[in-house]
């Protein structure tokens, strides 16, 4: 999008749903997807607030569910034993063999880049030690449309750039401290300035293309064995030019499907 970031994909999604007779629950913790004979029935989750404290525990019917939970917690609602051996051995491929780059997104005080680089405005800039062999992407996108943020604050996101396989998940607590002490070292204030700061860890689906995983091979779509239960997101269309480009692919796919059934 031109102004917003990423969360208006999201707001433009919520706006028709609700303009359509829809209802859009946030902060909501999905712990299972009831299956009966064969179909989707519903999911039973946590309601919560601020994403730390449990309100209640609900239970939501649908005949329908379009999942995008990241492909690698995808056993963590959806039984193994329920799934028909094929999407278990696509899924334990990319648990395998997928890409992560692990990071952080912070909240500051405007005054934390008062000067920095010398007063000009780096938007995206790498930073790293050469003799550890690792390095990380900065970035700082209100630099580019202050709207992202409130007023006085900037955001900062700082991505570890060495590939980290899925496999080896132990490591991303680490980078992440990684991260947040390099930005202490690029920013002598970065702790007095600091809001808010979030630990992140991006799958980077692109490195996932191969002959058996892409085209009519992929996750993305109906799930075989499963009435009315779908997968989508950017891990579950691997090569499709990553990111936005295979989330969208995906979710093109799902709908062509449900319209197919209903």
């Not at 997807?33 to 989750?45: L, Y």
């Not at 405007?110 to 390095?135: I, M, N, R, V, Y």
């Not at 496999?167 to 702790?191: A, M, V, Y």
């Not at 808010?196 to 058996?212: E, P, Q």
């Amino acid at each position: 999008p031109q102004k917003g970031g990423c969360i208006a994909f999201s707001n433009a999604l919520g706006e028709v749903i609700l303009r359509h007779g829809g209802d859009v629950i946030t902060e909501f913790n999905v712990d299972k997807v009831i299956i009966e004979n064969g179909a989707v029935k519903g999911i039973i989750g946590r309601m919560m607030e601020s994403g730390h404290t449990m309100i209640a525990e609900m239970e939501l019917r649908a005949r329908i569910i379009v999942s995008t939970i990241p492909i690698d917690r995808l056993f963590t609602i959806v039984p193994e034993e329920k799934l028909d051996q094929l999407t278990v051995n696509k899924v334990n491929d990319f648990r395998e063999h997928s890409i992560v780059y692990p990071g952080v997104i912070a909240g500051v005080d405007e005054s934390l880049l008062d000067g920095f680089g010398e007063g000009k405005q780096f938007f995206q800039f790498t930073a790293g030690d050469p003799k550890e062999d690792w390095h990380a992407l900065v970035t700082v996108p209100t630099y580019v449309d202050k709207d992202l943020a409130p007023k006085g604050y900037h955001y900062i996101i700082c991505n570890s750039h060495r590939k980290l396989p899925v496999s080896r998940k132990g490591e991303i607590p680490g980078l992440h401290e990684r991260c947040t002490r390099l930005l202490n070292q690029i920013f002598p204030k970065f702790n007095e300035c600091v809001d808010w700061i979030m630990r992140v860890t991006y799958v980077n689906s692109a490195y996932n293309a191969k002959i058996g995983r892409t085209g009519h091979n992929s996750l993305a779509g109906a799930v075989p064995g499963i009435k009315g239960l779908y997968l989508a997101g950017d891990g579950t269309y691997p090569g499709f030019s990553g990111g936005v480009g295979s989330a969208v692919k995906s979710a093109s796919i799902c709908m062509e499907a449900i319209e197919r059934v209903e």
